[in-house]
C-alpha cells in the first residue's frame, strides 16, 4: 500500500460545474439534443485584432520566456486599462500577470494565509473561492445572504464575522453566481470595515466590463490609499475580451506584496504564455468597442430570460445586475416527485433536468445556495428560447 497523499489535497472537491459539463458534453457527442448552461464563458469569438496579435507573435519568435510576472508592456498596458476603467492608479512593479484570474486568486491566498487564517466570503460565491481557502491553508468563513440585503454582504455582517483570525475578505463585483453589482456606497462601508480591522481584501473584478441597467462599476481600490493598500485587484481579460482559453489574468497590489507574489509564482510556474502575453496586450490597449457589443447582447438575452421565466410557475430568479448567469430558485420542487423521481435538492432537480429534460443547468449547491440553479446565459437567444420551454414541459412531470 502506498503512503496517503496530502490531506490538504484530498480534501479538495470536484469542481459540480465542471462535473455537469462533462456529462452534457458526453450527451451531446453521443448525438443527443441537449442544450448546455453550464458554461461560464462568452459564446462570442475572441476578436480578429487580438488573434492578429498573438499571430505576429509567433511569426516574430516571441517564444522564449519573458519575466516571470509578465512583460514591461503588458504590465504598462494593465495599469494603463486600469486607470481609465477603475481610476486606480499602480506602476508595472506592482502587476502580476498570471495563467487567468483564478491563478491570481490562488498566489494571492497562498502568500496571505498562515494555517488556520480565516478568509471570509459571502454565500452565494463562486464554487473556486471555497476549495482554493482551503487549498491555501486557511479556513473559509461564509456569511449568509438573502434577499433580505439583496443577496449582498453588509458591513453589519462583515463585522460579526471578523475574529482575530480574520485575514482577507474576497469580495466579487459583479459576483458570479448571483449577478448581484455593489455600489460605490456598499463598497464605501465594507472597506471602512476592513480598514478599520486592518483586514486585506482580494477584489475580484473579473466581471467588471459586464454591467446592465445602467449601473456602474466600482472598483474598491478606489475608494481611497488605505483600502487600495490593503487590496489585492484581481482582473483578467477571460470575460471581457471573449478571451478564457488564452489563460492571462492579472493582479495588482502593494509592491511588497506583488514582489512576494511574482517570487512564488516565478518558482510555481515562471511567466505565462509568451503570445497570449502579446494578445492580452492588444485585448488591452486596441479598440475597446467589441466589448459594448458583446454586454448589449448579454442585457437583451437576460432581460428575455426574466421575462419568459417570470411567466413559469414556482420558479423564482434572482434579478442580476452583471455577469452572465441567472439563479433560479427550485426549492418549490423539493420534497416532490417529478418523472416518479423525488426531488430533494439543487443537484438532484439538475441531474433529472439533464436526464429528462435535456438541459444542462450547474446546481448551486458548491455555490452555498443550494435552493438554486444557475443559467448561463452566455449562449444563443434561440438556445434560451428553447431551454425555458424545454423547463416548462419539464416541471409539468
Ligand atoms: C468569479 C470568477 N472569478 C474568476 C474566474 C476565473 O477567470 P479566468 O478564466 O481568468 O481564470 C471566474 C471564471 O469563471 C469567475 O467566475
Same mark, same amino acid.
Given at each position: 500500500m502506498s503512503k496517503p497523499l496530502s490531506i490538504l489535497a484530498q480534501g479538495v472537491r470536484a469542481s459540480t460545474t465542471i462535473e455537469i459539463d462533462s456529462m452534457y458534453k458526453k450527451m451531446k457527442a453521443e448525438g443527443i439534443d441537449v442544450i448546455g /448552461?453550464?458554461? =461560464?464563458? +462568452?459564446? /462570442?469569438? &475572441?476578436?480578429d485584432n487580438i488573434k492578429l496579435a498573438a499571430i505576429v507573435a509567433i511569426n516574430n519568435n516571441f517564444t522564449k520566456y519573458t519575466p516571470s510576472s509578465g512583460t514591461l508592456s503588458l504590465r504598462q498596458a494593465v495599469c494603463d486599462r486600469l486607470f481609465e476603467d477603475c481610476k486606480v492608479s499602480y506602476t508595472p512593479s506592482q502587476i502580476v500577470v498570471s495563467n487567468g484570474a483564478k491563478q491570481c486568486l490562488y498566489l494571492a491566498l497562498s502568500v496571505l494565509t498562515n494555517p488556520g487564517d480565516e478568509i471570509i466570503f459571502q454565500? @452565494?460565491?463562486?464554487?473556486s473561492y471555497y476549495e482554493m481557502v482551503k487549498m491555501t491553508g486557511g479556513n473559509p468563513v461564509i456569511v449568509e445572504t438573502g434577499e433580505e440585503s439583496g443577496w449582498k454582504l453588509t458591513p453589519e455582517m462583515l463585522e460579526t464575522a471578523i475574529t482575530p483570525k480574520t485575514k482577507a475578505l474576497i469580495l466579487n463585483? +459583479? #459576483?458570479?453566481? #448571483? =449577478?448581484v453589482v455593489y455600489t460605490k456606497e456598499e463598497l464605501q462601508g465594507l472597506a471602512d470595515i476592513c480598514v478599520k480591522h486592518d483586514i486585506y481584501v482580494i477584489a475580484?473584478? *473579473?466581471?467588471?466590463?459586464? $454591467?446592465?441597467?445602467g449601473l456602474e462599476f466600482t472598483c *474598491?481600490?478606489?475608494? =481611497?490609499e488605505e483600502i487600495k493598500k490593503l487590496t489585492i485587484l484581481i482582473n483578467g481579460v477571460s470575460k471581457s475580451y471573449a478571451? &478564457? =482559453?488564452?489563460r492571462i489574468g492579472y493582479l495588482a497590489a502593494e509592491p511588497e506584496i506583488a514582489t512576494v507574489i511574482g517570487n512564488f509564482q516565478s518558482h510555481a510556474s #515562471?511567466? @505565462?504564455?509568451s503570445i497570449a502575453q502579446a494578445a492580452a496586450e492588444e485585448a488591452l &490597449?486596441? @479598440?475597446?468597442?467589441g466589448i459594448e457589443t458583446m454586454r448589449r447582447a448579454f442585457e437583451g438575452r437576460r432581460d428575455y430570460f426574466l421575462e419568459k421565466a417570470s411567466? $413559469?410557475?414556482?420558479i423564482k430568479c *434572482?434579478?442580476?445586475?452583471?455577469? /452572465?448567469y441567472i439563479m433560479m430558485d427550485v #426549492?418549490?420542487? /423539493?420534497g416532490k416527485n417529478l418523472y416518479g423521481k423525488r426531488i430533494e435538492n439543487a443537484d438532484d432537480f439538475a441531474n433529472l433536468f439533464l436526464d429528462k429534460g435535456l438541459v444542462a443547468l450547474v446546481p448551486c449547491t458548491g455555490f452555498g445556495a443550494p435552493k438554486h440553479v444557475r443559467w448561463s446565459y452566455a449562449t444563443s437567444m434561440e438556445n434560451i428560447k428553447t431551454g425555458l420551454e424545454r423547463l416548462e414541459i419539464f416541471l409539468e412531470g
Open positions: /448552461f453550464g458554461a =461560464g464563458e +462568452p459564446d /462570442f469569438n &475572441t476578436p454565500a @452565494p460565491y463562486w464554487v463585483s +459583479p #459576483s458570479n453566481p #448571483s =449577478g475580484d473584478d *473579473i466581471y467588471y466590463k459586464l $454591467i446592465y441597467d *474598491i481600490a478606489s475608494l =481611497g478571451m &478564457t =482559453g488564452w #515562471s511567466n @505565462p504564455n &490597449t486596441g @479598440p475597446q468597442s411567466k $413559469i410557475k414556482n *434572482i434579478h442580476p445586475h452583471g455577469a /452572465f #426549492s418549490y420542487y /423539493f
